[in-house]
C-alpha cells in the first residue's frame, strides 16, 4: 500500500485468477507494480517482489532494474542554509465545522 496503490490495485483486479500459474502471477504483479510507479513521481524504480508458496518465501530483489537511470555528472552537495528564505507569510485557514460524525471502526 502506497502512493501507487490505486493504479497497482486496479492491474492487481482486472488480471487476477485463481489459477494463475508462477510465472504468469510474477509478471501480473510486475505490471502492477510498474502501473503504481509511473503513476506516482514519489514512488521507487527498481521492482523487487516476494513469492510465498508452500515451500517457503523467495524474495526475488531486483525482479526488474529501472529502465531510467541517473546519469548524474557530479555528486550535489549543499551546505545548511544554501538555499535563503527570502519571504515567509502564513494565511490562517478561515474553516467552519458544517456536521460531525463519529463512527466505530469495524475490526473483527
Known sequence: MGSGDLAALGILEDGFKPDLELEKAKE????????????DLGSGNNIDICVITRQGVDYIR???????????????KYRPGT????????????????QETVQQMDTA
Open 28 to 39: 501480473l504483479v510486475r505490471i502492477a507494480i510498474h502501473a503504481g510507479i509511473m503513476s
Open 62 to 76: 531486483p525482479y526488474q532494474e529501472s529502465e531510467y537511470k541517473d546519469n548524474r555528472k557530479m555528486k550535489y
Open 83 to 98: 538555499t535563503p528564505v527570502l519571504t515567509e507569510k502564513v494565511v490562517p485557514l478561515k474553516m467552519e465545522v458544517v
